[in-house]
């Protein structure tokens, strides 16, 4: 079964810098898609960036453009989201989830997710 | 960017009740539309897409209608593992944006 599981949370100064990883399994990741979508402390949801399966295409929320750049490694399974010049409303749980084909449409959707991973920035 | 209202941003029901959340979207995104179900400390799962289709395994209390810029989810007989918190997504156009929720709680 399709398994995501995020890491590389913690504690950072603000304008420091952090990787996220996100390791698939359970599906031909290099097939599909992929988005990192998260949540601040006790409020919604906000889509944060996403990339082509094979990495050609690249989109990202305007609040993280220029900062954060998403990036896998197909070979490892991998999907990555490198943030720079963090800042206290970056806080949030980090999610990836998986692009899910449907054929009526022929559009992606969000499918699975992963349970997530904590970024505090605060000093 | 397209906005995603949803209404109400809270509600009380009671088990056994129908539920109607409604979302709508500040331009035409045909039917690109979807719902997801979270609850607390969880990871959202996804319960409709296309507006109207199930995804696999959601039981069918639940559903999805409407297109281009007004949807509603219905929930037809609320139990208590429904209570949670749903929202809508856009995918028409990136950025792909959320409604800002909807907290579903028991009377």
């Known amino acids: 079964q399709v398994q995501l599981v995020e890491s590389g949370g913690g504690v950072v100064q603000p304008g420091g810098s952090l990787r996220l990883s996100c390791a698939a399994s359970?599906?031909?990741?290099?097939?599909?898609?992929m988005h990192w979508v998260r949540q601040a402390p006790g409020k919604g949801l906000e889509w944060v960036a996403f990339?082509?399966?094979?990495?050609?295409?690249?989109y990202y929320a305007d609040s993280v453009k220029g900062r954060f750049t998403i990036s896998r490694d197909n070979s490892k399974n991998t999907l990555y989201l490198q943030m720079n010049s963090l800042r206290a409303e970056d806080t949030a749980v980090y999610y990836c989830?998986?692009?899910?084909?449907?054929?009526?449409?022929?559009?992606?959707?969000?499918?699975?997710w992963g349970q997530g991973t904590l970024v505090t920035v605060s000093s | 960017d397209i906005q995603m209202t949803q209404s109400p941003s809270s509600l009380s029901a009671s088990v056994g009740d129908r539920v109607t959340i409604t979302c709508r979207a500040s331009?035409?995104?045909?039917?690109?539309l979807a719902w997801f179900q979270q609850k607390p400390g969880k990871a959202p799962k996804s319960l409709i897409y296309?507006?109207?289709s199930l995804q696999s395994g959601v039981p069918s209390k639940f559903s999805g209608s409407g297109s281009g810029t007004d949807f509603t989810l219905t929930i037809s007989s609320l139990q208590p593992e429904d209570f949670a918190t749903y929202y809508c997504?856009?995918?028409?156009?990136?950025?792909?944006?959320f409604g800002q929720g909807t907290k579903v709680e028991i009377k």
């Open positions: 359970g599906f031909t990741f290099s097939s599909y898609g």
């Open positions: 331009q035409g995104i045909s039917n690109y």
């Open positions: 997504q856009q995918y028409n156009s990136y950025p792909w944006t």
């Open positions: 990339i082509r399966y094979d990495g050609s295409n690249k």
């Open positions: 296309a507006a109207s």
């Open positions: 989830a998986k692009d899910k084909y449907d054929i009526l449409t022929g559009y992606y959707h969000l499918g699975n």
